[in-house]
């Protein structure tokens, strides 16, 4: 298993599990196989997998269920969840920061999940038509009542972190990353720099580089993985403060993501890989 992050005093493994796909198509709705939902979930923590990331909006509400179902009480297991995005059909989510549907977002979620304090609880976006002091305030106020453990963001320039932090501690950081997707480079130094856990979303490089026969396939197949541990394997490689989450409703392809935890890249590869933009 991957190497260990300690964020607000709660140490997990780096290499942790998604929640998104365990939802149905657009993210809406229940799973097509409910079954095969909580084997996954229940497989990834027998797996060694001690950090599940969650949203209220996966669903909505369905994902939260379901591993309240597969895993209460957690024991070491630490759930994080996010609140901040409107659900009003498949494939659609409307920012909503306002500081009373957090509270309530996060009064929920305590509830679904069945815990008294939330392990990591993160603004899924920052809303643009509500200060964000006003939202980083209300996730203070849940931190100092015990409501939650720690705080994080997502989707967030370095600017916003840092503003963020003028009014309440950052543990982690959510953002696209992947081996083909640097935009978020800024971000992860930045993180690095303070000791926040930073979250790479979509961890696993799709499009022209992960083409069959592409650059990412190649040296895949030279080292006897898939491209998908490549890319996993990569992130973790990558930095002391990456906390890669790639998600799955199916077994086969979460025994095949937890394998890459025990990859180790040579250096020339990971150099390789550095070099690469799609």
Known sequence: MSSTFTFAGQTVHRLGFGAMRITGPGVWGPPADRDEAIRVLRRAVELGVDFIDTADSYGPVVSEELIHEALHPYGPVRVATKAGLLRTGPDEWTPCGRPEYLRQQCELSLRRLGVESIDLFQLHRIDPTVPAEEQFGLLK?????????????????????????????????????????????????????????????????????????GPLDTAATELGITVAQLAIAWLLAKSPVMLPIPGTGSVAHLEENCAAGSVVLPTEVVAQLEQLRD
């Not at 982690?172 to 480079?185: C, D, G, I, M, P």
């Not at 000791?195 to 979303?201: S, V």
């Open 141 to 213: 106020a849940l931190l100092d009542e015990g409501k939650v453990r720690a705080i994080g963001l997502s989707e967030v320039s370095v600017d916003e972190i840092r503003a963020a932090q003028q009014v309440v501690a950052i543990s982690t950081v959510q953002n696209l990353y992947n081996v083909a997707n640097r935009k978020s480079e800024d971000v992860l130094a930045y993180c690095e720099e303070q000791g926040i856990g930073f979250i790479p979303w979509f961890p696993v490089a799709a499009g022209r580089l992960a083409r069959p026969g």
